[in-house]
């Protein structure tokens, strides 16, 4: 809603005022919208304030020859007075609608979901063709193998610590981890099928699959279009998958392929691990590595090696750990999270 606007004070204030070279130049009332575009569009503030003062001035004598036309004139009259307080509220600091600068990224509420249908034999909004596949880390990345033993831990007590932590963790027993299927949408917790899937993504990205060209294939996996981006792009740890081959193993010729992310300083690959293999990470480092060391070591470690290893992971890890629990009822140690 548009404020009244004090006509006689606005006239008295900006009496006197100097016209600008530039607005002396500029024609008379057939081109007042102009006017003020030229001025509103001046860097220089002193510059630009003047300038609206002026188209301000010829807006009022406009308008004031308009009042006394008659009624085949008050169409002008109409767009006469609007130019007039458009001025006025650009020289007050207002901003319309229409020139408010967008933030990067703002979504249109008029924008309309695309589908996937949408996409099938177009050129994909990305193109393929132009894209530079960004090279990826080049430091050491592991997959951690089937732990049985720790200095004093045997077999029997690192499969227990095994049992208690899964039925902490997920609530299930060791027996059922291999066809325990989480959420899809579940970003930390995957089944060593879904990561076949992801591999399977991201190794056809560039060249597409299954029959489909890769602007197809990525409309069939739209999800992945931020998975995809450069870690670059400053989106998270969402961002940068990326697949590294892994040293093949002692009478092997080649080594598997993992799925990685990128650390948090975007400077090394980091191994998406699947469920099944989250405790034999956490035990090579906390029981193996750092001697049953809190939660902040852990965590530091476990983050610059792996993609899907949270907090919530480590803790129930800590909870479960019979040594760690040993020492707390003997009082060697208040608390595993430090």
Same mark, same amino acid.
């Given at each position: ?10 006239? %008295? ?6 016209? !600008?070279?530039?607005?002396?130049? @500029? ?12 001025? #509103?569009? @001046? ?11 002026? *188209?301000? $001035? ?17 169409? /002008? ?20 609608? %229409? @020139? ?12 309309? $979901? ?15 063709? %132009? ?7 080049? =430091? ?21 610590? $095994?049992? *208690? ?12 981890? %291999? ?8 970003? =930390? ?19 597409? *699959? ?16 931020? $998975? ?7 989106? +998270? ?9 892994? !040293? !093949? ?5 080649? +080594? ?6 990128? #650390? ?11 469920? +099944? ?16 060391? +809190? ?12 993609? =899907? ?5 480590? /803790? ?23």
């Amino acid at each position: 809603m548009t404020e009244h606007l004090d006509e006689s004070a606005i006239a %008295e204030a900006v009496a006197g005022v100097d016209i !600008p070279e530039t607005c002396a130049e @500029m024609p008379g009332d057939d081109s007042l919208d102009n006017l003020i575009n030229s001025a #509103s569009s @001046m860097e220089e503030s002193a510059a630009r304030d003047k300038a609206l003062v002026a *188209a301000l $001035r010829k807006c009022k004598d406009a308008l004031d020859q308009a009042q006394g036309d008659n009624n085949e004139a008050e169409t /002008r009259r109409a767009e006469i007075k609007n130019l007039y307080n458009r001025c006025a509220q650009l020289l007050a600091g207002y901003t319309p609608i %229409e @020139m408010r600068h967008k933030p990067q990224g703002a979504i249109s509420p008029y924008a309309k $979901r695309a589908k996937t249908a949408d996409y099938v034999g177009e050129e994909m909004p990305y193109g393929v063709a %132009e894209e530079e596949i960004p090279p990826p880390p080049e =430091n050491e990345v592991m997959w951690p193998g089937y732990q049985t033993q720790a200095e004093n831990m045997d077999t029997a007590a690192v499969e227990g610590h $095994r049992e *208690a932590f899964y039925q902490k963790l997920l609530k299930i027993s060791v027996a059922e981890i %291999e066809s325990y299927q989480p959420k899809p949408t579940n970003a =930390n917790l995957k089944s060593k099928a879904q990561l076949t899937e992801w591999i399977h993504i991201a190794r056809h990205w560039y060249t597409g *699959a299954d029959g489909m060209d890769a602007a197809t294939f990525r409309a069939k996996h739209k999800t992945w279009y931020s $998975r995809m981006k450069p870690v670059t792009y400053k989106l +998270g740890r969402k961002t940068g998958i990326h697949l590294r081959s892994l !040293p !093949p193993k002692e009478g092997e010729v080649e +080594g598997g392929t993992v799925l990685c992310g990128y #650390s948090k300083d975007g400077a090394k690959s980091v191994v998406y691990v699947d469920i +099944g293999s989250i405790f034999d990470a956490l035990f090579q480092i906390h029981s193996m590595e750092l001697g049953h060391r +809190g939660r902040d070591a852990v965590k530091t470690l476990a983050d610059e090696r792996y993609a =899907n290893i949270p907090d919530a992971q480590v /803790r129930a890890f800590l909870d479960t750990c019979p040594i760690c629990n040993s020492r707390r009822s003997s009082g060697v140690m208040k608390s595993n999270y430090n």
